[in-house]
């Protein structure tokens, strides 16, 4: 996990403050007291005798803030907004090094490098607070305190709660149904705001869980092969037994269907539309169809497919979303969207359970930046797709290339076809098989395009996905299709014959490289571009 390096200077000044500089002891910065508690949760389960701290409260205190006014809306001390310099910070030693980043990594819990900015350049305001006493100090008065002119600063409340609704409001007019049995809209109620698109995943994960003893009974299924962090995030948070059908495939509706005729029961089933890198799509009718004779959740992701390309609501009880990706499109800010479908037989139950824990934690620097972003996000995602199609194409024909994921090149593109909206397209992320990995080396490497592990980008990335996703369960990911050498695309708004030339030189150059390819396979029949 590379943390940002405002956030490291941040933990550092942290660590400097309460005099923890020996080397040994480390330190993670959250956003909110259960975040911060969730992390201990995790580091103490360890059962070892090595420092793990209380939560620490950063903050101006009360006699810094001002009036009493001041200190009853804990809102202004000179121009500064004191709700926004609050942080937790839990301190560890080195051994707990690797299971706070891979919690971190997993659930997204991690403070914002925005938010970080705000409180570190007014950290010589803040003292801290602990039950245990060690981990108190005041606030560093020594010096004049000045606010340099490259500070951020935060936009007035009234500005976030409109730029809030800029972004709910787009969420709901491109989540609108065009099934005329599903009229009813997307309210902003319905629509829930998270500063990553995995911590809606683990917030949805965490609020489904049955109340103990049942939980020690309860599972979840996850199907199909998802984005790397989600069947950990969804692990972590609470189940009894998590299911993972890794293929996706009908035989595997068979199995569940099978299971759940005989008694067994789950409370969630988790999906993306289409999948994370293998473009796959599930059948959501039937799995709607069962949801309903068994009475579990739905849950879909549909980051890859869009909004704008695909109408999953009508089959579903909650979507959620990454907004990080191409909702922001420029990759400077993170987000993330959980909607509650107003027409579920569940909708009370959800929207009781996920807004009885969802935290106000959204840094108004980073509402401000997404609303900005994603103004534009329609037409940036019709010309994603029409340059990604064009780019799969291109590749499904050529003799180096064993296998396109791609929503109209994959087995399930029927089923894609059910979900896709008249207007819709099929997306911006593909992926590419190689017949011989050598080749995939070459042509990733020599592809001029930026490299990286995102997607939604507007600019186009590509990356060896399994490598970096999978890096310590290559096996695993490859008996479940995808194999270590796979290419994965993510299209930007780059002009398409462009980007095509960029393709094709990057093909030849492992042409020149490739020896005694075969032929032999049948190539998929690709979609026009429109």
């Known amino acids: 996990l590379f943390v940002n390096t405002i956030i490291q200077d941040l933990s550092a000044a942290v660590l400097q403050r309460l005099q923890l500089q020996c080397g040994s002891t480390q330190c993670m910065i959250l956003p909110s007291i259960p975040a911060a508690q969730r992390l201990i949760a995790s580091l103490t389960a360890q059962n070892t005798s090595y420092l793990v701290s209380p939560y620490v409260r950063f903050s101006i205190p009360s006699a810094v803030a001002g009036n009493e006014e001041e200190k009853k809306d804990d809102e202004r001390h000179n121009g500064i ?37 705000y409180a570190l350049e007014r950290f010589q305001l803040l003292g801290s607070h602990c039950v245990d006493s060690a981990f108190c100090s005041k606030p560093d008065l020594g010096g004049a305190i000045t606010k340099t002119t490259d500070s951020p600063s935060l936009p007035a409340a009234a500005t976030t709660t409109a730029e809030v609704a800029v972004i709910k409001s787009m969420i709901a007019k491109s989540m609108a149904s065009d099934n005329p049995r599903h009229a009813s809209s997307v309210r902003p109620r319905d629509i829930l705001l998270y500063s990553k698109g995995l911590c809606g995943i683990y917030a949805v994960a965490r ?28 692990e972590r948070s609470g189940w009894g037994h998590v299911i993972l059908y890794g293929q996706g495939t009908e035989s595997d509706l068979d199995d569940l269907e099978t299971r759940l005729a005989d008694g067994e029961r789950i409370q969630v089933l988790f999906c993306e539309l289409p999948s994370n890198p ?27 497919g869009t909004f704008v390309n695909v109408d999953v609501l009508p089959y579903v009880d909650l979507v959620m979303t990454s907004l990080t990706k191409i909702f922001s499109g420029a990759s400077n800010v993170m987000g993330g969207s959980v909607i509650i479908n107003p027409q579920s037989p569940f909708y009370e139950t959800l929207h009781a359970r996920l807004t009885a824990t969802w935290e106000h934690i959204l840094f108004p620097g980073d509402i401000s930046v997404l609303a900005a972003n994603c103004r534009d996000f329609v037409e940036r995602v019709h010309r994603c797709n029409h340059s990604a199609l064009a780019v799969a194409n291109l590749l499904a024909q050529h003799r180096l290339v064993k296998k396109i994921h ?125």
């Open 81 to 117: 907004q004191a709700r926004w310099t609050i942080f937790y910070a839990v301190l560890y030693h080195n051994h707990f090094a690797l299971e706070a980043s891979t919690f971190w990594r997993e659930t997204g819990d991690g403070i914002s490098s925005r938010h970080a900015e």
């Open 278 to 304: 293998q473009l796959a799509s599930p059948d959501l009718h039937r799995i709607r169809r069962l949801a309903d004779a068994y009475k579990f959740v739905v849950a879909c992701d549909e980051t890859l």
């Open 207 to 234: 609020s489904l869980v049955p109340e103990s003893p049942s939980a020690k009974r309860s599972q979840a299924v996850i199907y199909g092969w998802p984005y790397a962090e989600t069947v950990k995030c969804v």
């Open 406 to 530: 791609y929503p109209s090149l994959v087995p399930t593109r029927h089923l894609y076809e059910r979900y896709r909206r008249p207007h819709g397209g099929y997306g911006y992320v593909l992926s590419i098989i190689f017949r011989d990995p050598h080749k995939a080396v070459v042509f990733h490497d020599s592809l001029d395009v930026c490299k990286g592990t995102s997607i939604g980008a507007n600019f186009t990335l590509a990356v060896p996905y399994a490598q970096l996703a999978h890096f310590r369960e290559l096996d695993l990911a490859e008996a479940n299709g995808v194999p270590k050498h796979i290419v994965r695309i993510s299209v930007g708004v780059e002009d398409t014959e462009a980007l095509l030339d960029r393709v094709e030189k990057a093909l030849r150059a492992a042409e020149e490289a490739s020896d005694g390819i075969t032929t032999s396979d049948t190539l998929v029949q690709p979609i026009l571009c429109s």
